[in-house]
């Protein structure tokens, strides 16, 4: 079965930096597009950056310039980089694939806040 576990988030203020990790147990992990979505209370997740197995990257408007989202296939590892946090970055953090599966992870917090 597979299993996504994020780890790495936290209470940061405005302007400081955190750095998100995801495990994935993924036979194809190699060879998927992966990706960080974000979701507050009430509303959808969405997407905030992607990456392919050749590592193309894409990011949502609010976070280009910011946020870097990496990957290491040897070790099954996504990673987000989140750099000058604003107050809108706080959401609960989720990593899967684009598609998604249904195995959603427990997600990781990051609050932003002065």
């Known amino acids: 079965q597979v299993q996504l576990v994020e780890s790495g988030g936290g209470l940061v203020h405005p302007g400081g930096s955190l750095r998100l990790s995801c495990a994935a147990s993924?036979?194809?992990?190699?060879?998927?597009?992966i990706a960080w979505y974000r979701q507050v209370p009430e509303k959808q997740r969405v997407l905030v950056a992607g990456i392919t197995a050749y590592g193309t990257t894409t990011y949502a408007d609010s976070v280009k310039g910011r946020f870097t989202i990496s990957r290491d296939n040897t070790k099954k590892m996504v990673y987000l980089q989140m750099n000058n946090l604003k107050q809108e970055d706080t959401a609960v953090y989720y990593c899967?694939?684009?598609?998604?599966?249904?195995?959603w992870g427990q997600g990781t917090q990051v609050a932003v806040s002065s």
């Open positions: 899967n694939t684009i598609p998604t599966i249904d195995n």
């Open positions: 993924l036979d194809t992990f190699a060879s998927s597009l």
